[in-house]
């Protein structure tokens, strides 16, 4: 295979997504000829335009709302949905067509990611999809646009990093890679966001990162996007006489940003209207939403938009029907977003609880409070017992792990005011307990920041640039379930063995204690696999028969029927366990027979039980 000529980034985010290209060729130590790749996309019926943002939505049109021609783009494309602006426009008037945060249920573990939910209010005429191949259709039009423009370098023959949330679980990150694979890509990496925005920010800088950062330096990355709330710290380090970054910390997927925001002033705007004496229908809310989502983004991306026209979708005797109008003000947009998600709070906040009514409909498991700030609280109180194994020296009876520098990244923070109220509150709770101000750092384009770090981070990965060093943000383990006699209502307990530590690179393999397990061949079993962002010091082989609520978070358990190959079905064979992780940052968990004759693998991933 040749080698390739562009490190190429995709960002795939909940709102939008995003292409960048570095020029291998032109690459040299730490400069990189890196820049945005246009997407081309349509924006009207039978108009194509090339823009540095594809959103991510799809449409599924009815048969009669357009022609054949309004669809045609500069390659074939199957029929039956469009993504892109014309898609995010048209679902603004009819949104029980639309396909929106197709990621964030990409990462729902309460759904059948693979099954046709979406979109969830659609109505039985409505031919819905997976979340899985819609994460396949938006790669799909990446690839067929980008090979549109580099006919002679495919995207499938380059060197491609694809984003992930640092936050997103083993089977979130293997269906994304197995969206990629499924859209013709087969050469490429996971990476974390957080990190990508991390190499954006070195990469922006032209060198200019060594001065504003300093050993001893603990980089908070404030990631709140169109669907989630990540938060990671990455300290700087010395080594071999240079600056080092490593992660340390990831947080929880949080499902809080942008979507959040948007219904937020919706639910402004539909008082708005009531107080005139308009009354709109649920399904009326859901089209305000999207006018609300281009309203709202408008007005932050342009400083002399003070108010933005909303139409309102309404019925009539055509398809689509006449309109309703009201405006949204950006007195409005501020002061819901800035008091309503980032309220000023202490630092021993925590995110509220309320009690949950006993039915519900599907959805996505939103965060219960909205307010950013509370989590982030909660996030550095949870890493206070991490700083002293990292090197960071805290003044005696701090609460929380002092932050000194943010890196902001995500769309929601184009809005200076909300950047502004997170280092306000971050640097109130520093002062309270002796601490300096965090600084800001600078350089970053938040909307393209993680696509041009994911496509810098592939030249660090030939040698050229600053590595991060990070590895697997949790510790990872398996359940064992114990020998014991049948007795009445009681389960055999479950040992958790630990198979990859904090820290574990990707591309590392891990060669477990010589102690042997029984693995149940020839009939269906279930494996339980745990994860902990806090046990960071546990290594390969130690064993947990008890710990906390909050230590080992239990991760969507695999379902398989391991092969018997010969063996009578419901055998248990002796067996060493072998635990690695890929380069795509899945954890592959291989069992050998004692004669290495026979193996078993298992992966956290989501398969059918027959491809274990």
């Known amino acids: 295979m040749s080698e390739p000529r562009y490190s190429v980034g995709i960002d795939l985010g909940t709102t939008h997504c995003v292409l960048a290209a570095a020029d291998l060729s032109l690459t040299d130590g730490e400069t990189v000829a890196l820049a945005l790749e246009p997407v081309a996309q349509l924006t009207a019926p039978g108009a194509v335009e090339e823009r540095t943002l594809l959103p991510s939505f799809l449409y599924l049109p009815h048969p009669d709302e357009l022609a054949p021609a309004d669809l045609a783009l500069p390659w074939d494309t199957p029929e039956g949905f469009l993504v892109g602006e014309l898609a995010r426009s048209l679902g603004a008037k009819t949104p029980l067509r639309l396909v929106a945060s197709a990621k964030s249920w990409l990462c729902h573990p309460g759904i059948d990611r693979r099954g046709p939910v979406l979109p969830v209010e659609a109505p039985a005429e409505v031919a819905r999809i997976s979340p899985f191949d819609a994460t396949v259709r938006y790669l799909e039009h990446l690839a067929d646009a980008w090979d549109a423009r580099h006919p002679d370098a495919p995207l499938d023959a380059q060197a491609l990093t694809i984003t992930v949330p640092a936050s997103f679980d083993p089977a979130a990150r293997e269906l994304s890679a197995e969206a990629a694979q499924a859209a013709g890509l087969e050469d490429f990496i996971l990476l974390e966001e957080p990190q990508a925005a991390l190499y954006s920010w070195i990469e922006a800088t032209a060198g200019g990162w060594r001065k504003q950062a300093r050993v001893g330096d603990v980089i908070l990355v404030a990631d709140v996007g169109g669907g989630t709330a990540d938060f990671s710290l990455i300290a700087v380090g010395e080594r071999e006489g240079g600056l080092d970054f490593t992660r340390i910390a990831v947080g929880d997927h949080i499902l809080l940003g942008g979507d959040n925001m948007d219904l937020a002033l919706a639910h402004v705007l539909r008082a708005k209207l009531a107080a005139a004496g308009t009354q709109l229908e649920p399904w009326q809310v859901q089209g305000l939403v999207h006018g609300c989502r281009a309203a709202k983004e408008q007005i932050?991306?342009?400083?002399?938009?003070?108010?933005?026209?909303?139409?309102?979708?309404?019925?009539?005797?055509?398809?689509?029907?006449?309109?309703?109008?009201?405006?949204?003000?950006?007195?409005?947009?501020?002061?819901?977003?800035?008091?309503?998600?980032?309220?000023?709070?202490?630092?021993?906040?925590?995110?509220?609880?309320?009690?949950?009514?006993?039915?519900?409909?599907?959805?996505?498991?939103?965060?219960?409070?909205?307010?950013?700030?509370?989590?982030?609280?909660?996030?550095?109180?949870?890493?206070?017992?991490?700083?002293?194994?990292?090197?960071?020296?805290?003044?005696?009876?701090?609460?929380?792990?002092?932050?000194?520098?943010?890196?902001?990244?995500?769309?929601?923070?184009?809005?200076?005011?909300?950047?502004?109220?997170?280092?306000?509150?971050?640097?109130?709770?520093?002062?309270?307990?002796?601490?300096?101000?965090?600084?800001?750092?600078?350089?970053?384009?938040?909307?393209?920041?993680?696509?041009?770090?994911?496509?810098?981070?592939?030249?660090?990965?030939?040698?050229?640039?600053?590595?991060?060093?990070?590895?697997?943000?949790?510790?990872?383990?398996?359940?064992?379930?114990?020998?014991?006699?049948?007795?009445?209502?009681?389960?055999?307990?479950?040992?958790?063995?630990?198979?990859?530590?904090?820290?574990?690179?990707?591309?590392?393999?891990?060669?477990?204690?010589?102690?042997?397990?029984?693995?149940?061949?020839?009939?269906?079993?279930?494996?339980?696999?745990?994860?902990?962002?806090?046990?960071?010091?546990?290594?390969?082989?130690?064993?947990?028969?008890?710990?906390?609520?909050?230590?080992?978070?239990?991760?969507?358990?695999?379902?398989?029927?391991?092969?018997?190959?010969?063996?009578?079905?419901?055998?248990?064979?002796?067996?060493?366990?072998?635990?690695?992780?890929?380069?795509?940052?899945?954890?592959?968990?291989?069992?050998?027979?004692?004669?290495?004759?026979?193996?078993?693998?298992?992966?956290?991933?989501?398969?059918?039980?027959?491809?274990?």
């Open 300 to 612: 932050l991306g342009d400083a002399a938009a003070d108010a933005v026209p909303v139409v309102v979708p309404s019925r009539g005797s055509r398809l689509i029907g006449g309109t309703l109008r009201t405006e949204l003000t950006r007195a409005e947009v501020e002061a819901t977003l800035v008091e309503g998600f980032f309220p000023r709070v202490g630092a021993e906040a925590r995110p509220l609880a309320r009690a949950r009514t006993g039915l519900t409909r599907l959805g996505l498991p939103y965060a219960q409070d909205a307010g950013v700030t509370r989590h982030l609280a909660a996030f550095l109180a949870r890493q206070l017992d991490a700083a002293p194994g990292c090197g960071i020296e805290l003044p005696a009876g701090a609460s929380f792990l002092h932050p000194t520098a943010v890196l902001f990244n995500g769309g929601v923070f184009k809005a200076a005011a909300l950047e502004a109220r997170v280092l306000d509150v971050l640097n109130a709770w520093l002062a309270a307990e002796g601490a300096p101000p965090a600084r800001r750092l600078p350089g970053t384009q938040l909307d393209h920041a993680v696509a041009r770090g994911a496509a810098y981070y592939g030249c660090v990965r030939r040698g050229r640039g600053v590595r991060i060093r990070g590895g697997t943000a949790r510790s990872y383990y398996v359940g064992i379930e114990s020998s014991m006699p049948a007795v009445p209502g009681i389960e055999p307990p479950v040992e958790a063995l630990c198979v990859a530590p904090f820290g574990m690179e990707e591309g590392t393999a891990a060669e477990l204690p010589a102690q042997e397990v029984g693995l149940v061949v020839g009939e269906p079993v279930r494996f339980r696999f745990f994860g902990s962002p806090v046990r960071r010091d546990d290594r390969v082989g130690d064993v947990l028969e008890v710990w906390g609520g909050e230590e080992l978070e239990e991760l969507p358990e695999i379902e398989a029927t391991l092969p018997a190959e010969g063996r009578t079905p419901g055998e248990v064979v002796p067996v060493r366990l072998h635990a690695a992780v890929t380069e795509l940052g899945t954890l592959r968990l291989e069992a050998v027979s004692r004669d290495a004759s026979e193996r078993w693998k298992v992966e956290l991933e989501v398969r059918q039980a027959d491809e274990a």
